[in-house]
């Protein structure tokens, strides 16, 4: 009787320490993820495999009630509600896909990992142990995704033992052989520490400080410049000719996060400024659920915040180059870079604003995401954030 009670414990304690050393920030140690399907599988009753569940969850995600209440300038009981409720998605998921039967099992626990690839349950598919492919099967691409996919089956299989032995051999191999994704040539991101007021301070010597930014960084002959989320704050024809007039004169091109106003909210873009002009490259598929994308508020007669594209514009034409962008939130979950990476895309640019994320590891988890995403298609990368 003991023993039946200590193994159930021994799960739900290990699950939150996986996912605290998984989603960690760095990214050599997303594989450590891939211990959650096997603690899954290996769960006696659909309880524990709920509470194990929860416990990855809440622990890869911790930093969501402190970035909360710093967004809102609140206290922290706004973002624990909000953490609950958005684990409430995984663990439903994979509480109802859990099963004893171990010939099946497999193709739950595969049901469970595409369901909270794409929407709607993707909306809120952080942490998604299928992010490591990049770690374990750097430059293999597709073929490393169908391996990864394949390893996470043989994870909730009788044999996940001898699967997690061969996983191991290839993280090995991997960090033996490590190197980060290179920058693309001609290419350079910029990052901020400018705090909360990137995107609220409107005025004139901010565009002028950024502008100074954006050329000192073509100082050394680079031709793309990236600057975070938000960097423009509005996106207005005032701000436009300003930008313009100065890039006149020279042959480089600023990609710049700014938000796009109308009367039904606004949309969170990047916005590509050379000196013939500037435009919208690229609208957010999924800002942030909650703090930014709020669609329940249109049944209110109210704007409805930062509007979702979900599945536009997956890749953008820049310059003779074609580029997947990625903006904070959609470093975070799978559906956004798969979709862009079914284009081929020369490189990937990932930007963002996570001034409210200091204290937690929010930032770095979203660069280790972006950075093995990359690696396992082989592309450049380029990132600019501002905290």
């Known amino acids: 009787m003991r023993r039946d009670h200590l193994r159930p414990m021994l799960l739900i304690f290990a699950s939150p320490a996986i996912g605290l050393v998984g989603w960690s920030g760095h990214v050599a140690l997303l ?6 399907p096997a603690l899954w599988s290996i769960s006696r009753t659909r309880l524990v495999a709920a509470l194990v569940s929860a416990g990855y969850f809440l622990a890869a995600s911790r930093g969501l009630p402190q970035g909360v209440a710093a967004f809102y300038s609140s206290d922290i009981w706004p973002g624990l509600l909000l953490w609950l409720c958005a684990s409430l998605s995984f663990v439903a998921v994979h509480t109802v896909l859990w099963t004893k039967n171990a010939g099946t099992r497999p193709f739950r626990y595969l049901l469970a990992a595409v369901i909270m690839a794409i929407p709607p349950f993707g909306i809120t598919g952080w942490a998604h142990p299928v992010t490591a492919a990049g770690v374990l099967f750097p430059g293999w691409g597709w073929w490393g995704l169908a391996l990864m996919t394949a390893g996470l089956a043989g994870l909730v299989t009788r044999i996940w033992p001898a699967v997690a032995i061969a996983l191991t051999g290839f993280w090995l191999w991997s960090a033996a052989i490590w190197t980060g994704p290179k920058l693309p ?3 350079r991101g910029v990052d901020l520490e400018l705090g909360v007021s990137l995107g609220r301070e409107a005025g004139l010597q901010r565009q002028r400080d950024m502008i100074a930014t954006a050329r000192g960084a073509t100082g050394d002959g680079a031709l793309y410049v990236v600057l975070p989320e938000s960097a423009l704050g509005f996106w207005t024809p005032t ?3 300003l930008w313009t007039d100065v890039l006149r004169d020279g042959d480089a091109t600023v990609i710049a996060g700014a938000a796009e106003i109308d009367a039904g909210g606004y949309d969170n873009v990047l916005v590509a400024i050379d000196r013939k002009g500037g435009h919208i490259l690229y609208r957010e598929r999924m800002p942030v659920p909650g703090s930014m994308w709020q669609p329940w508020r249109s049944v209110l007669g109210e704007r409805v915040g930062a509007k979702a594209d979900f599945f ?3 890749v953008v034409s820049v310059g003779a180059s074609r580029a997947a962008p990625l903006i904070c939130y959609e470093q975070l979950i799978v559906w956004p870079i798969l979709q862009s990476m079914l284009h081929d ?3 990937v640019v990932a930007v ?4 409210w994320t200091e204290g937690t590891s929010i ?8 950075t093995a995403w990359a690696k396992l298609f082989a592309k450049p990368l380029v990132i600019a954030f501002n905290t």
């Open 239 to 241: 701000v436009e000719r």
């Open 31 to 36: 594989p450590v993820a891939l211990g959650f």
């Open 185 to 187: 040539e001609a290419w």
């Open 363 to 370: 930032v770095a988890i979203q660069r280790a995401a972006a």
């Open 352 to 355: 963002g604003n996570g001034w």
């Open 345 to 347: 895309p020369d490189l």
């Open 312 to 314: 536009a514009n997956p």
